[in-house]
């Protein structure tokens, strides 16, 4: 038959496509066109498809071959095509039976030899396909445990394309089944038992846990800031099915998805280097639009040790994502859509010369200012809790008994969650820091002593608009940790506090 055609799936982001492999086979000069809008990868296909061929010991047909990717104006990036070309060749040169080939969608690579290699995003491309109807896939046995994950279809996973020859000729046990979906090993979160000291920043921590809120660090070296920040996943809930499918489909889209684990149900904790550019922050790239940390940190932790030493572009970048919790990238190719909903967790020095006191610090007064001044104001009122460390003192450090376990403030945690989940039932929103401004207003104001409190705060300049938004999530995370259906007035304070950096 000159003419057959195979399904695969294009993504865009985390989302999918199905493509149609459509190979023809005609007289003339042999030789081999792709057409269909592919990317550099996509291009160097044929190449590869046609040398895994012949070393898997089939003849590559010696006609005039046109491979179509429809449709032709989605953009096809990767090299997840190799398979689906091949086995639509075959099937065009009546190498293998017709009616073995026209179901489900292929995905891999090809290497030379025949192997068939594991590729980005198969997660992502699997569940779009089920959205689109479709029940069986074949795929590399490198994905084959994230591809596992995916219910209702029937996945088998190739380790060569000399096994997938075999396959389609009716040996049918060659190919591997998916067995009984693992989430492997995951190593446990360090203890928030380890934090000496610090009760004003484990408190925060324990609110922002509750909340989902931004949290922003300033201390000495050695107070603790790290180790505090590490520690938040520990008593943030583990993520639902749906959010670990979202969380696990943007890792395997980055290439970043251990084959030990293929889901991930822990927040994730991202800790980029103060060098890092905002294409590897925000995500982008020249040719293929790759997620970057934000998006890495989706329903986890975003922690920005020195925040001061990241370039001001990188961090004024953060601005949006934080409030839409998604980011979309747009290129001269496309555009993409990653989601973002993370909490963020700056950490910074006092100064540049990190000095544990203020008198002992070397600094200029106007180089205070300036290196402060590094974190823009319009990033800082999208933090809602602001905290001061200071030093450890020596002889606190010695006698110091173990702080509290993370295992009770997750329960506690958990208990705020739950009662925030029913106050917003019937919405999208789960956690009080998602809920606009305008809904927050119509469900609770506060009113007496401390409507007058956040009143004078304004007046004064403590408070902007925004601030006085994120105090109400604030105190009403206060109120949900205290078992309060409506916040009083020491849960106002408390958030108040909390905003102003006036807690420690």
Same mark, same amino acid.
């Given at each position: 038959?000159?003419?057959?055609?195979?399904?695969?799936?294009?993504?865009?982001?985390?989302?999918?496509?199905?493509?149609?492999?459509? =190979?023809?086979?005609?007289?003339?000069?042999?030789?081999?066109?792709?057409?269909?809008?592919?990317?550099? &990868?996509?291009?160097?296909?044929?190449?590869?498809?046609?040398?895994?061929? =012949?070393?898997?010991?089939?003849?590559?047909?010696?006609?005039?071959?046109?491979?179509?990717?429809?449709?032709?104006?989605?953009?096809?990036?990767?090299?997840?095509?190799?398979?689906?070309?091949?086995?639509?060749?075959?099937?065009?040169?009546?190498?293998?039976?017709?009616?073995?080939?026209? *179901?489900?969608v292929w995905l891999g690579e090809l290497g030379l030899d025949g192997r068939?290699?594991?590729? *980005?995003?198969?997660?992502?491309?699997?569940?779009?396909?089920?959205?689109?109807?479709?029940?069986?896939?074949?795929?590399?046995?490198?994905?084959?445990?994230? #591809?596992?994950?995916?219910?209702?279809?029937?996945?088998?996973?190739?380790?060569?394309?000399?096994?997938?020859?075999?396959?389609?000729?009716?040996?049918?046990? !060659?190919?591997?089944?998916?067995?009984?979906?693992?989430?492997?090993?995951?190593?446990?979160?360090?203890?928030?038992?380890?934090?000496?000291?610090?009760?004003?920043?484990?408190? &925060?921590?324990?609110?922002?846990?509750?909340?989902?809120?931004?949290?922003?660090?300033?201390?000495?070296?050695?107070?603790?800031?790290?180790?505090?920040?590490?520690?938040?996943?520990? !008593?943030?809930?583990?993520?639902?099915?749906?959010?670990?499918?979202?969380?696990?489909?943007?890792?395997?889209?980055?290439?970043?998805?251990?084959?030990?684990?293929?889901?991930?149900?822990?927040?994730?904790?991202?800790?980029?280097?103060?060098? &890092?550019?905002?294409?590897?922050?925000?995500?982008?790239?020249?040719?293929?639009?790759?997620?970057?940390?934000?998006?890495?940190?989706?329903?986890? =932790?975003?922690?920005?040790?020195?925040?001061?030493?990241?370039?001001?572009?990188?961090?004024?970048?953060?601005?949006?994502?934080?409030?839409?919790?998604?980011?979309?990238?747009?290129?001269?190719?496309?555009?993409? *859509?990653?989601?973002?909903?993370?909490?963020?967790?700056?950490?910074?020095?006092?100064?540049?010369?990190?000095?544990?006191?203020?008198?002992?610090?070397?600094?200029?007064?106007?180089?205070?200012?300036?290196y402060s001044g590094r974190l823009s104001g319009p990033l800082m009122d999208? !933090?809602?809790?602001?905290?001061?460390?200071?030093?450890?003192?020596?002889?606190?450090? #010695?006698?110091?008994?173990?702080?509290?376990?993370?295992?009770?403030?997750?329960?506690?945690?958990?208990?705020?969650?739950?009662?925030?989940?029913?106050?917003?039932?019937?919405?999208?929103?789960?956690?009080?820091?998602?809920?606009?401004?305008?809904?927050?207003?119509?469900?609770?104001?506060?009113?007496?002593?401390?409507?007058?409190?956040?009143?004078?705060? !304004? *007046?004064?300049?403590?408070?902007?608009?925004?601030?006085?938004?994120?105090?109400?999530?604030?105190?009403?995370?206060?109120?949900?940790?205290?078992?309060?259906?409506?916040?009083?007035?020491?849960?106002?304070?408390?958030?108040?506090?909390?905003?102003?950096?006036?807690?420690?």
């Amino acid at each position: 038959m000159p003419l057959f055609c195979t399904t695969s799936v294009g993504l865009n982001g985390i989302e999918g496509e199905l493509v149609r492999v459509e =190979v023809d086979l005609a007289q003339g000069l042999p030789g081999t066109t792709l057409i269909g809008l592919g990317d550099t &990868a996509v291009q160097q296909a044929k190449d590869r498809v046609r040398a895994a061929l =012949v070393n898997s010991g089939e003849t590559w047909p010696s006609r005039r071959i046109t491979i179509a990717l429809s449709p032709a104006s989605l953009h096809k990036r990767g090299s997840a095509f190799d398979l689906p070309i091949a086995v639509a060749v075959l099937a065009a040169a009546g190498a293998v039976p017709l009616n073995s080939v026209d *179901r489900g969608v292929w995905l891999g690579e090809l290497g030379l030899d025949g192997r068939v290699q594991a590729v *980005r995003g198969v997660l992502p491309a699997l569940l779009s396909a089920r959205a689109s109807g479709v029940k069986f896939a074949i795929v590399p046995m490198g994905n084959l445990a994230e #591809a596992s994950l995916v219910s209702g279809v029937t996945v088998l996973g190739a380790a060569s394309l000399r096994d997938v020859v075999r396959y389609l000729r009716g040996d049918a046990d !060659i190919l591997t089944a998916t067995g009984e979906t693992s989430q492997g090993y995951c190593a446990e979160s360090p203890d928030m038992a380890d934090v000496l000291g610090q009760p004003e920043a484990r408190a &925060a921590l324990e609110l922002a846990a509750a909340g989902g809120h931004h949290v922003a660090m300033v201390g000495p070296p050695g107070a603790g800031k790290t180790m505090l920040a590490s520690r938040l996943p520990g !008593i943030l809930p583990p993520l639902t099915t749906e959010e670990a499918l979202k969380v696990t489909a943007v890792h395997s889209v980055a290439g970043v998805l251990s084959s030990n684990m293929p889901l991930v149900t822990m927040p994730p904790f991202i800790d980029p280097h103060h060098t &890092a550019s905002d294409v590897a922050i925000i995500g982008g790239g020249s040719g293929v639009i790759r997620p970057g940390s934000i998006s890495l940190a989706h329903r986890g =932790v975003l922690f920005l040790d020195e925040a001061p030493e990241f370039k001001r572009k990188v961090l004024d970048c953060l601005r949006q994502p934080m409030e839409s919790g998604e980011v979309l990238i747009a290129r001269s190719t496309g555009v993409a *859509r990653y989601p973002a909903r993370f909490q963020l967790i700056l950490a910074s020095n006092p100064c540049a010369c990190a000095a544990a006191r203020d008198i002992d610090c070397t600094c200029a007064a106007g180089a205070r200012m300036r290196y402060s001044g590094r974190l823009s104001g319009p990033l800082m009122d999208r !933090i809602d809790i602001r905290i001061n460390l200071p030093a450890l003192d020596p002889v606190s450090m #010695a006698s110091a008994e173990p702080g509290e376990a993370s295992a009770p403030i997750l329960e506690r945690v958990l208990q705020a969650r739950d009662r925030a989940r029913r106050r917003w039932l019937g919405t999208t929103w789960t956690t009080n820091s998602e809920v606009p401004g305008s809904m927050l207003r119509k469900t609770w104001r506060p009113s007496g002593e401390g409507a007058r409190l956040l009143d004078r705060a !304004i *007046r004064t300049g403590l408070l902007t608009g925004r601030g006085y938004d994120r105090v109400l999530r604030l105190s009403l995370t206060a109120a949900d940790l205290a078992e309060r259906d409506v916040p009083c007035m020491s849960d106002i304070a408390t958030a108040l506090g909390m905003r102003s950096g006036a807690a420690a």
